[in-house]
Nanobody, 126 residues
């Protein structure tokens, strides 16, 4: 059974930083493309970042490029999202997700991911 558990969210002032973690169980993260998505109140879920199964390719939404970094620690079976220069518009629940098939390509669309965590709240105050 696949489980993804996020942590690291919280309240931070604009300009601050946070690092989100997503611990996976039931699968080895180095075999699967994984991503981060977010959903703000009243808005649709949106893509934030993704990393390929090999770790060699990453992708970011335009709104976070240059500020956020997705990475992975294979030994800890954990996905990370480092968020710098946070803005109030980054406020949302952040979800990690994993593609279902091994060695499949990273994707920017949520419905291409089969497993999701419960989410962690990030609130950025102005």
């Amino acid at each position: 059974q696949v489980q993804l558990v996020e942590s690291g969210g919280g309240l931070v002032q604009a300009g601050g930083s946070l690092r989100l973690s997503c611990v996976a169980s039931g699968r080895t993260v180095s075999n699967y493309a994984m991503g981060w998505f977010r959903q703000a109140p009243g808005k649709e879920r949106e893509f934030v970042a993704a990393i390929s199964w090999s770790g060699g390719n990453t992708a970011y939404a335009d709104s976070v490029t240059g500020r956020f970094t997705i990475s992975r620690d294979n030994a800890k079976n954990t996905l990370y999202l480092r968020m710098n220069s946070l803005k109030p518009e980054d406020t949302a629940v952040y979800y990690c997700a994993s593609r279902g098939a091994k060695f499949s390509a990273l994707q920017r669309v949520g419905h291409d991911y089969d497993y999701w965590g419960q989410g962690t709240q990030v609130t950025v105050s102005s």
